[in-house]
């Protein structure tokens, strides 16, 4: 094989962002000598990572389907035969197409004239954008990988159609090592958890990952206000990340922070590209996200490090945690029944050590990198 194409629609280093470069990674050893492009849409943190990992790195403005275009999205629609044609050119030299998310909608569209491409799904989309997705991903005849049962049941698609469920894998050396993911190579942390302090004798509580409305960040603010002040002053919570290109929600957090008289104990910090000191430094996880996750990197990156975690119960996140034995679940949507768990597992908080150790065991059996590697050489064939 002479030449691969992997695309993808990030350009940070989140949690599909860093799945992404694992499977690059792993079609570099699977075929060492073939050249490898890798295409984003920007210039960030992934970009300078491939750079300095020797990739060939090419920077172009994909049609990617985002609520956040507005207006600009009817222009955008006018201008997709253009962005087609430079798709189509991009894939014609290309012995395997790899496209990392369902959003790409130019790259899928030319990969129906590709003779070698799978594109990976890590969405759980609904209403039209669902039905979209589903008549893009049929109309390409690509094979389609999905990291979860999740997002397989979610978008139906045709049962003629090659698809696989890949569950995704991290690598993790231990509760008391490094986060060992390739951006090592990128700058310190913009924020070191050491700033937070031990904590005391309380509870510390981490919410790490994109803040935007669908995570939940304002739903655990909400259930934290819900409980008394006793409970809160047993607890110290850190909500760590970023907005996606300047959205406000970082601002309406604050702003409920404060309303809520919570900033004794809740600290919000900036995303690391590293955040294995965040984990090191919780004694719980938790992921409240008001839409389904299609898969929960964020819980595998915690049993990983031996953390119990607690998360909304649906989507991927139900395909990974055992409930009261690698960690539990709360109502999705419900502020009242999140805060009556943090508190129910504070008064039981001698439990985190053996749902941590149980979580640990469970990461290591399903969801290292290794067997994430072996997974995904063998769904892509």
């Given at each position: ?32 000598t ?7 849409p920007?210039t ?12 060939n ?31 189509s ?5 290309a ?18 004239l ?19 997705i ?23 698609l ?20 490094n ?21 005391g004798g ?20 909400d ?13 110290h919570?850190?909500?760590k ?12 957090l604050?702003?409920?922070?404060q ?36 898969f ?48 129910w597992?504070?008064?039981?908080r ?32």
């Amino acid at each position: 094989m002479n030449s691969i194409l992997c695309v993808h629609q990030g350009y940070e280093l989140y949690g599909s962002d860093r799945t992404f470069i694992s499977c690059v990674e792993f079609l570099k050893k699977r075929y060492p000598t073939s050249d490898i492009k890798v295409i984003l849409p920007k210039t960030g943190d992934l970009s300078v990572l491939f750079h300095r990992m020797g990739y060939n790195v090419q920077i172009e403005d994909l049609w990617v389907l985002r609520k956040g275009y507005g207006l600009n999205l009817l222009y955008r629609l006018i201008l997709f035969p253009l962005f087609l044609f430079r798709a189509s050119r991009n894939l014609s030299g290309a012995d395997l197409i790899y496209i990392n998310t369902s959003v790409i909608f130019d790259y899928i569209i030319a990969a129906r004239l590709h003779r070698r491409a799978v594109i990976h799904v890590h969405e759980i989309p609904s209403g039209i954008a669902r039905r979209a997705i589903r008549i893009l991903l049929a109309f390409s005849r690509a094979k389609v990988l999905h990291n979860s049962k999740a997002t397989f049941e979610n978008l139906s698609l045709p049962a003629n159609m090659q698809q696989k469920v890949v569950h995704n894998g991290v690598d993790c050396a231990g509760p008391d090592a490094n986060f060992r993911t390739h951006n090592e190579t990128l700058a310190p942390h913009r924020k070191s958890m050491a700033s937070t302090g031990a904590g005391g004798g309380r509870m510390r509580i981490l919410m790490i990952g994109r803040l935007n409305s669908w995570k939940g960040q304002d739903l655990l603010l909400d259930s934290l206000a819900r409980l008394s002040s006793e409970t809160r002053e047993d607890l110290h919570v850190v909500i760590k990340g970023d907005v996606f290109e300047n959205a406000p929600y970082r601002d309406q957090l604050q702003d409920q922070i404060q309303k809520s008289g919570l900033q004794k104990i809740v600290e919000l910090h900036s995303f690391d590209s590293n955040p294995s000191a965040a984990y090191d430094w919780c004694d719980l996880v938790v992921v409240p996200s008001r839409k389904p996750e299609p898969f929960g990197l964020i819980a595998i990156e915690a049993m990983a490090q031996g953390k119990p975690v607690l998360a909304a119960k649906h989507g991927g996140l139900l395909e990974i945690i055992v409930e009261n034995s690698t960690g539990w679940f709360h109502k999705p949507n419900d502020s009242q029944d999140l805060a009556e768990q943090i508190s129910w597992i504070l008064r039981h908080r001698n439990d985190l050590t053996r749902i941590g150790e149980a979580g640990r065991k469970r990461y290591l059996r399903t969801y290292t990198l290794e067997s994430f590697e072996k997974r995904f050489l063998k769904a892509i064939g």
